[in-house]
């Protein structure tokens, strides 16, 4: 009776002001066979429900209301199931169980929900604390056992793509979630280009210049690369850096994945190297493609160790350079396919301490030593492969180079090209397009009419000492060349 | 010499220490109320005599419909394979501690794949009449050393409405028999003292397939996929779960903590994988198959039931396992999860990772030690021997054959 009472008096909350068209005769007629109560009572049962109401914060359904029209009595006992079978179940409950009786009961029940939504702060930032933690756990239990430090050796020098391949190269690098020591060899001495992107890392930097200047065909700036690489490990070997030495050209693109599965190097690892051999000039690689059409099928662009089914290295996949034989690029801004040396140094790491003068102990057999070569004693001939006496023996990485975890990648802009030195625009760039409208046109004068050629002139944002093309002031952005071009008017 | 003894003595006690400790660096041994016994192997423990009943029973059920192999209910058919084919199974029903009736009351299915129950009873009548008019091992003890799989929403009250279900009871029939159902909570009509409750069938390939490396953090705090309104049969909200999940949502649509939704992603078992804490609160009734994929994922379940009884529960210390939490705590989900301390939380992921945990949830085709079935087969061994008073003097009788709703008397 009191459930009753009190569903009762929750659809009187919720239906307060509808509860006035009610009939309260009919109301009661339905199933209290009392007398009709005075509407003081009812006042103060609404008090009384608004007050529980508030306190609980139950949120009272529909049915309750459909459960009050209903009529017949025997609605009452099929329609709520929740009221009737509270009233049921309980004899029946205590003759089953002689131990306390459930207090989970089957049928409606209020959905709960607490006064205040928003999520507290301070269990907010106790939630990321776990997850935090969680992670750690996670990183020390499955991840790598001891990381070792990742010793990135970068030749580059100063051209018109360099900030597009150290932007990149740098983001790699920031994102590695080991220690990074990157060195950097710069042909042509140190610039400041170049020690910009290298500041700008935040990492451990070393940047060391390079006498030579980077030639214009690309076998001999292979050559010199190579030189610089060396160059690179010297630096190494006198400043006993200790980690994993990983050779990342300024063009190549690394993914993530490549800095953890290096850590499983033990003292010269090789990787698969995805050659993306391209020139830009659709035509060219589609005639490539149709001369060999009749002859066997285009191999894959990888680089990389091959084994045999038990997974022991039994050779090397190199780049077929065969179909590009007369169309290779021969300096750096042809426009033609540029070709991979047969081994690139990318496709090979090795552990620091092969380099130290001390570990002639710890060393391998199969690896050569390197000391003589470092000292300049003698000249690196094809590639890193010639570090090892006994190429079978390398390591290979990523369950023999199955997956392709870095792309090689040759792209330079023309030789003539240049570009704002540091790529800050220092004095006010030339109007290619002007605007139609500006609104400090002379009644006089007419529009310049831009001819096609003009456009045509400009193939490099080069800056040039201009003048202007007839202009009356032209509206600029935000520059002072308004002022300019009217006063040398 | 008592210095020799001591020195011996505390240099087994470094060895013990340091090999077990070894082995909790990233998991632990899991024991519950009955012990150290999920690795426990039944075989020899018990003898198990397999009814040969016609195929009406069970074989045929399954050709007319193959989706029964698939389903959450799955379990009683893989259980009558296991058993044909496993060592505890004997020949001779005279030296047999358990009787097994191959019976799939789940197998009749709607178009759209949900099991009727409505002719179970009658299928168990005629089945139990069936076992007591041809083998005199029914009638010696009324069916108590007699085992029957019933995994329905409310094992053998054979309803899936829990009212009716409450109604009927459980088959008076079986009141003797155990039964091993998947429906547990505790001072329910439906579960009866000595029942065996086991997990609901997930296919273990499907899971296994799409496992994600254990480094990939997780990052999700909490993780919940289903509905949380039935619209077809409770629009309202307040009956469907007893109002629990419709206050999940409610609390914590909103939260940025809380993944809910009634999303179907493709990427729900890597999602899981993901999470610290998965929520499996109860529905139309309180187990759900969400469990047995928490523990494979390594989530750790929290579990919005009342007085629930989970699977193995005697053998698998769910306290220290899973967080439950009061369906009147609901509003206050997130400030129970994040006052949790950190040890505790890794403590529960270590246990979870143990494979044993992860095995003893699973129904793997072929059966593998560990396994679900084998925990069935551990914890009927672990009610033998028989109490005498089971068995019954010739003549006598306890169970009222004539009992339940008149619709169930009619032969099937």
Known sequence: MKLLSAFRSSYLNRRGSTFRSLDPSSFDGAFIPKPSPSSIFWLAIHCLCCLISLILGFRFSHLVLFFLFSTSVTNLYTTTAGVSQLLQLKPSEKANVTAKSSRVVVGRHGIRIRPWPHPNPIEVMRAHQLLERVQKEQKSLYGVRRPRAVIAVTPTYVRTFQALHLTGVMHSLMLVPYDVVWIVVEAGGKSNETASFVGKSRLKTIHVGFDQKMPNTWEDRGKLESKMRIQALRIVREEKLDGIVVFVDDSNMHSMELFDEIQNVRWFGALSVGILAHSGNADELSSVLKTNQEGKPLSMPIQGPSCDSSGKLVGWHVFNTQPYATKTAVYVDDKAAVMPSKMEWSGFVLNSRLLWKESAVDRPAWVKDVNNLLDGNEEIEDGPLSLVKDPSMVETLESCGRNVLLWWLRVEARADSKFPPGWIIKSPLDITVPSERTPWLDSSSKLPVVTKEEKNNQPATEKRSGKPRGSKSKNNRGTQEPKTTRSRK | MTNRSSLSAILLFLFFSASSAQHNVRTERISGSAGDVLEDNPVGKLKVYVYELPSKYNKKLLQKDPRCLTHMFAAEIFMHRFLLSSPVRTLNPDEADWFYSPIYPTCDLTPTGLPLPFKSPRMMRSAIQLISSNWPYWNKTEGADHFFVVPHDFGACFHYQEEKAIERGILPLLKRATLVQTFGQR????????????????????????????????????????????????????????????????????????????????????????????????????????????????????????????????????????????????????????????????????????????????????????DAFHQILNGLARKLPHDGSVYLKAGEKVLNWTAGPVGDLKPW
Not at chain 2, 222 to 227: A, K, S
């Open chain 2, 187 to 370: 001072n329910h009509v439906c579960l009866d003292q000595g029942s065996i409750t086991i997990p609901p069938f997930a296919p273990p390939q499907k899971m296994q397939a799409h496992l994600i490396p254990p480094d990939v953090p997780r990052s999700i705090f909490v993780y919940f996929r289903g509905l949380f309104y039935d619209v077809n049969n409770d629009p309202e909200g307040g009956y469907y779960a007893r109002g629990a999940r419709a206050a999940v949502w409610e609390n914590f649509k909103n939260n940025p903590l809380f993944d809910i939704s009634t999303d179907h992603p493709t990427t729900y078992y890597e999602d899981m994988q993901r999470s610290i804490f998965c929520l499996c609160p109860l529905g139309w009734a309180p187990w759900s198959p969400r469990l047995v994929e928490a523990v494979v994922f390594g989530c750790i379940p929290v579990i919005i039931a009342d007085d629930i009884v989970l699977p193995f529960a005697d053998a698998i210390p769910w306290e220290e396992i899973g967080v439950f939490v009061a369906e009147k705590d609901v509003p206050e989900l997130d400030t129970i999860l994040t006052s949790i301390p950190t040890e505790v939380i890794l403590r529960k992921q270590r246990l979870l990772a143990n494979p044993s945990m992860k095995q003893a949830m699973l129904f793997p085709q072929p059966a593998q030690p560990g």
